[in-house]
């Protein structure tokens, strides 16, 4: 057969307005489509798989869902030695048989390249890399090695870079390029392996080569690709020259002026297809339209107007010849292209990304009120794609991502990095929690008790302070609780610490079993140094036992669905390749195993919906849908920013001969404007991410320069919309609109039965009954706790409790003469009481030094106090008295921090803060009960052992560290039976009123007397409180 002339066509376009694929297909049909045998025997080239399932569907469409035969397709670069040898390639010195070394899988390259960096490091003297900074240096090097394949480059010509030319660092550098040459083909050679890369491109150029001597006696069309790899366009120099072969551009600018096209740059949406124009010898005039325009809606796509196009190659313009730009705002043929080119594309700048994701997943539910119509999400912004994923299961809608996600982010990638993380963490509360927690985690139970006893440990263990580190830490603290109180405790913390020690007998066994699972992972950290391949083996032992159920192992739970099989893949060919990695500390464990999973994407098997789609700019590249939405219009986003190369500086690599980084910023544009050229399109963008300023897209802001704005559809509506879904819906009320504004809302004002109500209350609970009942009503009658938080340093609650304790031992210890270094007694004393919270730095020094203070200001005015005469007989007593009221006796119950008695028989009673005492204003008002009640008790007798007397006097001792270390505050003598008859009349009116049924538990009810509550958030305050603050609850 004779080859085709390029003057001939054979080189095609589908312009950038038109779907790709579908116009494709409908190309193919009419050419092919009379002879169904033919047509099954036609051979198209697509740039990947997802290429190929892509126009799959467009065939299927096409043919109405009938059955027939297709043409064979397959991705450009997938060729292996059996199509070589069918294509008639002549093999060197006239073999039968190609036999190529196997490609070098990628992790086992990723651990060589490791070790080579590390020795390098290791022989300069300066730090070595850890696993994770050598793996990710490895990962860059391997990309390196694949440019420089893909290119046709050799490491030889690093001899034409002259070290003196660049700064010490790339010097450097190059000194380690110069070993990885001289050593890497040697470790191929060792492994038996050659580069993937190296080993496709060999493939290749024989497969062409053999098209060449003997072109196929069948149709061959190589569409879709821009020819950026030079054996792709060495392939696609081929298929032109085929007797039937034919190469379909995507959106080749064929009408953009002779000038600008000289012009173009790396970063141009044109520049690749220009190379390869330049290379297949092919004049842009040469290329024609694959489908006219009268085929177009034969094709079933949406098309948008060619002016669309036009206007792109005008608004695209390289920098030289922007000047051009006034043809079209000053002319009125140029108004009108760009009036006409505005057809169809709607622009929206909303606040931030949850107004962004929220508009466009309402946009693509709008798409479903019209039977058959489709959209599609397109945007590089994975967070921004998982965000609309989100919003649309407000409407039960589920859409996959077909970009794809990291495997890291799904529920297995999280389980692994989340155990590793756990063990490298020594059992910290947040990171133990995190993976007990996560839903594949079960340890062999049934799923339901699993999780009721992470419950019980988390809130007995690892809720406050953190136990001591590892499996020890947890077991010693569950074997503490076990004890029991102390006899002198009151009757209500001894039943209290009956059930805690019950709960923690039973959450040790089962916590036995769980360290079981957890000890030999763990028992590894330790060491100096460990293999890979000893702590991966470990690992998913650890794994397995944790994910197993009562009625699963784990390797079912694990290993199944898209993220599971991918997952035990990557632990396959972990396990395979680990013997190539030295050892590394097992504190590295963690990171590295994020790197080697890092890499790693899971797409969907299937799609999610029918008509709605999230893709990458990859997959919109050849199709489009009814409605197109580009997202994330921001720069570094669109396009994305470029990473520097950490082995090649950009005048480094153009010396040397490999491609600017830029050139990726042209491929981006290519595939924005590919998206852009739909019928309908959505061009949207966030004003703020995460707080942040924007930058509109460079592209953008093209486009709007010559848009200018009144052109375009604002689609101000959206955002109303949007925010409209989010406000409360009038239920049921005729002529009320759906939409409308919130509130304003009446607090909660919830009236249990009398029975419900508490009969037992501690002084300081009538406080909170007093100022916020509400919060009581959680409490006693919800029963609802606030929980500590998780691996908490001590707070002021805490250091409270560790104050009290050391001066409650102190008075216990010497009731009568102080001794002579009381000082130091009562420091030994606070030493116990903070016990291992002083290996907290926090605590050590900040809390200790103010201690010591106030341990010295303490024995001068016990001194004092003492000489004058007084006697502590109280040291943290408890009290019970009973009040009669309308539903029952009502029980008030204390403990004093100290009573003493004065000189003259009366009695004094101190309470310890810590923090801020309570102002005389509100002693007296009411809102401070606590020492007034307890005057109460005492003047009654109350106390345990401490017979009724008289009270002369309220002390709040406010202990804070400072200068002077403690201040003593009393009401006046003569008020103290004023607010002690006042306080027992007040109590007996709140147990009356409350006793009644129609008297609701408020919150709040006096705003401005109460700050910030634990329990404000059940209460909603924020919705009621601003229509309120005027005055009370009425």
């Not at 069309?221 to 821009?226: D, F, K, N, P, Q």
């Amino acid at each position: 057969m004779t080859r085709r002339k390029y003057t001939e066509t054979s080189v095609y376009t589908i312009r950038s307005g038109v779907s790709f694929v579908d116009a494709l297909a409908q190309g193919v049909q009419d050419r092919y489509g009379g002879d169904p045998l033919m047509f099954s025997r036609v051979t198209i080239l697509l740039p990947n798989r997802r290429a190929a399932r892509s126009l799959r569907d467009s065939f299927l469409r096409l043919s109405g869902g009938k059955a027939q035969m297709l043409p064979r397709m397959q991705p450009i670069g997938d060729v292996d030695e059996d199509e070589v040898l069918l294509s008639g390639a002549i093999l060197p010195q006239g073999s039968d048989d190609l036999t190529l070394a196997p490609a070098i899988p990628p992790l086992q390259r990723q651990m060589l390249l490791m070790n080579i960096i590390r020795r390098w490091y290791k022989a300069q003297g300066e730090n070595i890399p850890n696993g994770a900074q050598a793996a990710i240096l490895a990962r860059a090097l391997g990309q390196l090695l694949d440019q420089v394949q893909t290119h046709r480059l050799s490491f030889a010509q690093l001899e034409t870079l002259v070290p003196d030319d660049y700064a010490a660092h790339w010097q450097q550098t190059l000194d380690f390029l110069q070993i990885l040459i001289e050593s890497w083909p040697d470790v191929l050679i060792a492994t038996g392996y050659m580069d993937a890369v190296a080993r496709r491109d060999h493939l290749m150029s024989l497969f062409a080569e053999g098209w060449r001597q003997r072109p196929p006696e069948t149709p061959v069309i190589a569409a879709g690709s821009t020819g950026s790899i030079p054996a792709t366009r060495d392939l696609l120099k081929v298929v032109a020259g085929l007797p039937m072969g034919h190469v379909v551009l995507p959106g080749l600018a064929c009408d953009m002026d002779s000038q600008s096209w000289d012009q173009l740059d790396p970063t141009h949406p044109q520049y690749t297809m220009k190379q390869l124009l330049s290379h297949m010898d092919v004049e842009r005039e040469d290329v024609t339209p694959w489908l006219a325009e009268d085929r177009v809606g034969a094709a079933g796509c949406a098309s948008a107007p060619v002016q669309r196009d036009r206007f792109f190659q005008y608004a695209f313009r390289p920098a030289a010849t922007c000047q051009d730009w006034v043809d079209l705002t000053d002319s009125e043929e140029g108004k009108k292209l760009v009036k006409e080119a505005a057809v169809g594309v709607t622009r929206l700048d909303v606040p931030g990304l949850r107004e962004e994701a929220g508009i466009i997943a309402l946009m693509m539910r709008e798409v479903l009120e019209t039977p058959g119509k489709t959209a599609a999400l397109v945007t590089p912004d994975r967070n921004l794609a998982r965000r609309v994923g989100m919003e649309l299961q407000r409407w039960d809608i589920q859409v996959d991502d077909s970009a794809g996600t990291p495997l890291l982010n799904t529920a297995v990638g999280r389980f692994l990095r989340l155990t590793a993380e756990m063990i490298n963490e020594d059992l910290a509360p947040v990171a133990l929690l995190a993976a007990l927690k996560h839903p594949l985690c079960a340890g062999g139970e049934e799923l339901g008790l699993f999780r009721k006893n992470v419950r019980r440990l988390e809130r007995l263990v690892l809720r406050g302070p953190r136990p001591a580190p590892g499996v020890r830490g947890i077991t010693a603290t569950l074997k503490a609780m076990v004890s029991p109180a102390a006899e002198d405790e009151a009757e209500n913390i001894k039943e209290r610490d009956k059930k805690q020690r019950a709960a923690a007998v039973a959450c040790g066994a089962w916590w036995q079993g769980i360290a079981a699972h957890i000890a030999p992972f763990a028992a590894i950290m330790p060491a100096e140094e460990a293999s890979f391949a000893e702590l991966l083996q470990t690992h998913l032992m650890m794994v397995e036992a944790l994910a197993a159920t009562s009625t699963q192992t784990g390797a079912e739970r694990l290993w199944r669905g898209e993220d599971g099989i991918e997952a035990a893949r990557l632990m396959e060919e972990l396990q395979l390749a680990a013997e190539h990695m030295g050892p590394l500390p097992p504190s590295e464990y963690a990171a590295l195993l994020d790197v080697f999973m890092g890499g790693l994407v899971v797409r969907p098997a299937y799609g999610g919906h029918a008509r709605l789609h999230i893709w990458g700019p990859l997959e919109a590249r050849l199709q489009h849908t009814d409605l197109m939405i580009l997202g994330g219009l921001n720069e570094g986003i669109w396009p994305p920013e470029t990473s520097p190369d950490p082995w090649m500086s950009r005048p480094m690599r153009e010396k040397f001969g490999l491609p600017p980084l830029e050139e990726k910023i042209g491929l981006s544009a290519h595939d924005f404007l590919q998206a852009a050229g739909a019928k309908d399109v959505v061009m949207i963008r966030s004003e703020k991410v995460d707080g942040a300023p924007t930058v509109r897209s460079r592209w953008l802001a093209r486009l709007e320069a010559l848009w200018q704005g009144d052109n375009l559809s604002a689609g101000q509506n959206w955002q109303d919309w949007y925010m409209a879904l989010d406000r409360l819906i009038p239920a049921g009320v005729p002529g009320e609109s759906i939409v409308g504004p919130a509130g304003p809302y009446a607090p909660p004002a919830p009236c249990p039965p009398v029975a419900a109500r508490p009969r037992e209350l501690s002084v300081t609970q009538v406080q909170t009954w007093m100022q916020d009942p509400y919060a009581l009503y959680v409490q006693k009658i919800l029963k609802l706790s606030v929980l500590d938080p998780l691996d908490a340093d001590p707070g002021a609650l805490e250091k409270g409790n560790f104050i009290h304790a050391a001066l409650e031992k102190f008075l216990k210890t010497y009731p009568g003469a102080l001794p002579p270094n009381s000082v130091q007694q009562l420091l030994s004393m606070g030493r116990d009481a903070f016990g291992e919270a002083l290996a907290r730095p926090t605590v050590w020094a900040f809390w200790w030094p103010r201690y010591c203070q106030i341990a010295a200001w303490f024995i001068e005015k016990e001194q004092e106090r003492r000489a004058a005469g007084c006697q502590t007989i109280g040291a943290e007593v408890w009290a019970r008295q009973r009040f009669p009221g309308p539903a029952g006796d009502f029980i008030l119950k204390a403990k004093a921090d100290r009573i003493d008695r004065l000189q003259d028989g009366s009695l004094s009673i101190i309470d310890y803060k810590t923090g801020k005492e309570p102002s005389a204003r509100q002693l007296h008002a009411g809102y401070a009960p606590q020492l007034p009640l307890e005057a109460v008790m005492a003047h009654d007798g109350s106390f345990d052992d401490i017979p009724a007397g008289s009270v002369s006097e309220l002390a709040y001792w406010r202990l804070h560290g400072g200068d002077p270390a403690g201040e003593i505050k009393t009401p006046e003598k003569d008020s103290v039976d004023e607010l002690r008859r006042k306080a027992a009349d007040g109590l007996r009116d709140l147990i009356a009123a409350f006793d009644r049924q129609e008297t609701p538990y408020l919150s709040k009810p006096r705003p401005g007397v109460l700050g910030y509550g634990d329990y404000d958030h059940l209460a909603r305050v924020k919705e009621w409180i601003g229509s309120i603050e005027a005055g009370d609850h009425q």
